[in-house]
């Protein structure tokens, strides 16, 4: 059975830094790239950040580029963001997502439960 | 980027009856490569994390039941569910995954009538 554990949310204030964590199972982790999704409270969907298997390309919505890292430990079967410089709109649940094909980032077949980051003073 | 916008924002349709959620994206979602469409639909319930009922536009997902349905080619897409159960209450999304960065649609909230 895929699960997907997502750890690390939690209260930072306006420009702190958070480390969120995924963690994989029950498929091969190393062979799918995999996605972070945000949804503020009471809003939609807002792709975040991708990363391919490999680990080779990464990709981030404007939003975050530049403070926002992606990264994996394919030994671990782990996925992590790395948030920096946060501010308040990154107040959200951010999950974690399986990319649903072995062709590249497409659509997400496996999401985690989320974890909730809030930025506030 | 591509938008995405849904219509309508909500929906209260009566049990037994169907249901249909329409999807607009701002730029052309159908590879010729492959003749596929990059759209894919998801399901959220509340307090749950969203499930994938559709890719490439018509693929159902494994498990989902067959009154769910996604058509539509190009720009314009539809969810239908044919005959609404009192489960399938929840926030639909449509997503694309032609370009980066990938974007949904704000979602349709469907209620029983």
């Known amino acids: 059975e895929v699960q997907l554990l997502e750890s690390g949310g939690g209260l930072v204030q306006p420009g702190g830094s958070l480390r969120l964590s995924c963690a994989a199972s029950g498929f091969t982790f190393s062979t799918r790239a995999m996605s972070w999704v945000r949804q503020a409270p009471g809003k939609g969907l807002e792709w975040v950040s991708a990363?391919?298997?490999?680990?080779?390309?990464?990709y981030y919505a404007d939003s975050v580029k530049g403070r926002f890292t992606v990264s994996r430990d394919n030994s671990k079967n782990t996925l992590y963001l790395q948030m920096n410089n946060l501010r308040t709109e990154d107040t959200a649940v951010y999950y974690c997502?399986?990319?649903?094909?072995?062709?590249?980032?497409?659509?997400?077949?496996?999401w985690g439960q989320g974890t909730l980051v809030t930025v506030s003073a | 980027d591509i938008v995405m916008t849904q219509s309508p924002d909500s929906l209260a349709v009566s049990l037994g009856e169907r249901a249909t959620i329409n999807c607009k994206s701002s730029q052309n979602l159908l590879y010729s490569s492959n003749n596929k469409n990059f759209l894919a639909w998801y399901q959220q319930k509340a307090r749950q994390p969203p499930k994938l009922l559709i890719y490439w536009a018509s693929t159902r997902e494994s498990g989902v039941p067959d009154r769910f349905s996604g058509s539509g080619s190009g720009t314009d897409f539809t969810l239908t569910i044919s005959s609404l159960q009192a489960e399938d209450v929840a926030l639909y999304y449509c997503?694309?995954?032609?370009?980066?960065?990938?974007?949904f649609g704000q979602g349709t909230k469907l209620e029983i009538k």
């Open positions: 990363m391919r298997p490999s680990g080779d390309n990464t």
């Open positions: 997502a399986r990319d649903g094909s072995f062709s590249g980032v497409d659509y997400f077949d496996y």
């Open positions: 997503q694309q995954y032609s370009s980066i960065p990938y974007t």
